[in-house]
C-alpha cells in the first residue's frame, strides 16, 4: 500500500476533525462529506435518549439534518483529537476525541471521551460517519439530573 494514501486519509480525517475543534461554520464541516446520497452520520445510542441517537442519518440532507439536531441540543468547548488509526486498505480512520459538552436547555454539562469511526472515498470525503460518545451523561443532563447525581447543587 503507497505511503502517500495513508498519508492523504490521515490529512483529510485531521481536516474534519480540525473543523469541529475549530468550530467552523456548518457548510464548512459539511463539505468535508461527499454528496453521495448513501453518505451516513450515526451516532450510536439508544434513540429514546436523544433525537440524534440510534438513527441513520442519510444522504447530504441527512447528515445536514444530524449536525442541525445535534446544534439545537448540545454546544461543546475545548475539543481536542488525538491517537488517530488509519486503515489505508478500507479507507478508514478511527480517531479519539475529548470535549466539555453541555445540554443548552439544562445547561448541565460534562467532561466526555468520544470516538469516530471515518470512511472515505476516493476523493477524501466522509462518506460514513459512526460516533460513540456518553450518551448517558447527554441524557442525564438533558433531563436536569447531571449536577444531583453528581451532589452538585443546581
Request: proline share 3%; with cysteine.
Given at each position: 500500500?503507497?505511503?502517500?494514501?495513508?498519508?492523504?486519509?490521515?490529512?483529510?480525517?485531521?481536516?474534519?476533525?480540525?473543523?469541529?475543534?475549530?468550530?467552523?461554520?456548518?457548510?464548512?464541516?459539511?463539505?468535508?462529506?461527499?454528496?453521495?446520497?448513501?453518505?451516513?452520520?450515526?451516532?450510536?445510542?439508544?434513540?429514546?435518549?436523544?433525537?440524534?441517537?440510534g438513527r441513520e442519518f442519510r444522504g447530504p440532507e441527512g447528515v445536514?439534518?444530524?449536525?442541525?439536531?445535534?446544534?439545537?441540543?448540545?454546544?461543546?468547548?475545548?475539543?481536542?483529537?488525538?491517537?488517530?488509526?488509519?486503515?489505508?486498505?478500507?479507507?478508514?480512520?478511527?480517531?479519539?476525541?475529548?470535549?466539555?459538552?453541555?445540554?443548552?436547555?439544562?445547561?448541565?454539562?460534562?467532561?466526555?471521551?468520544?470516538?469516530?469511526?471515518?470512511?472515505?472515498?476516493?476523493?477524501?470525503?466522509?462518506?460514513?460517519?459512526?460516533?460513540?460518545?456518553?450518551?448517558?451523561?447527554?441524557?442525564?443532563?438533558?433531563?436536569?439530573?447531571?449536577?444531583?447525581?453528581?451532589?452538585?447543587?443546581?
Open positions: 500500500m503507497p505511503h502517500h494514501k495513508r498519508v492523504e486519509l490521515l490529512e483529510a480525517a485531521t481536516a474534519f476533525c480540525d473543523s469541529f475543534a475549530q468550530k467552523k461554520p456548518s457548510d464548512e464541516i459539511l463539505s468535508h462529506f461527499s454528496s453521495s446520497p448513501d453518505v451516513l452520520a450515526y451516532e450510536h445510542g439508544l434513540k429514546e435518549l436523544a433525537p440524534f441517537l445536514r439534518e444530524y449536525f442541525g439536531t445535534v446544534s439545537s441540543c448540545l454546544t461543546y468547548e475545548d475539543m481536542r483529537f488525538a491517537d488517530y488509526v488509519v486503515d489505508a486498505v478500507e479507507n478508514r480512520v478511527a480517531v479519539r476525541g475529548t470535549a466539555r459538552f453541555t445540554w443548552t436547555a439544562t445547561g448541565e454539562g460534562w467532561d466526555e471521551v468520544f470516538a469516530y469511526a471515518l470512511k472515505f472515498d476516493e476523493q477524501r470525503k466522509v462518506v460514513s460517519y459512526e460516533i460513540w460518545a456518553d450518551s448517558g451523561a447527554a441524557y442525564l443532563a438533558s433531563k436536569g439530573w447531571l449536577k444531583g447525581l453528581r451532589g452538585e447543587s443546581a
